[in-house]
């Protein structure tokens, strides 16, 4: 069964750190592009953050100098690293894959809360 299963949510301090993580299984995802997407309650879901296969990553400019995404093609995972959160932050946060321009395959997300 191909999936992405995220994990490392959970309750932290405004100006703390989090690291999520995504293991994505079934087959490689190694030629996939990979993001990471949050919805508030009552908002739409937005992009955070995306890193292509060469390596290649991009960020919304509310999370730019202090989100930064990475991935282990070898373990088949994407990473989070998320500093210096604002309450904003909060939100549940899902993992996805992309091939051919398009996302294709999407976690069931961890929800993140930042206590102010």
């Known amino acids: 069964q191909v999936q992405l299963v995220e994990s490392g949510g959970g309750l932290v301090q405004a100006g703390g750190s989090l690291r999520l993580s995504c293991v994505a299984s079934?087959?490689?995802?190694?030629?996939?592009?990979m993001g990471w997407f949050r919805q508030a309650p009552g908002k739409e879901r937005e992009f955070v953050a995306s890193i292509f296969a060469r390596g290649s990553t991009y960020y919304a400019d509310s999370v730019k100098g202090r989100f930064t995404i990475s991935r282990d093609n070898a373990k088949n995972t994407v990473y989070l690293q998320m500093n210096n959160v604002k309450a904003e932050d909060t939100a549940v946060y899902s993992c996805?894959?992309?091939?051919?321009?398009?996302?294709?395959?999407w976690g069931q997300g961890t929800q993140v809360t930042v206590s102010s």
């Open positions: 079934g087959r490689t995802f190694r030629s996939d592009f």
């Open positions: 996805a894959a992309g091939l051919g321009g398009s996302w294709h395959l």
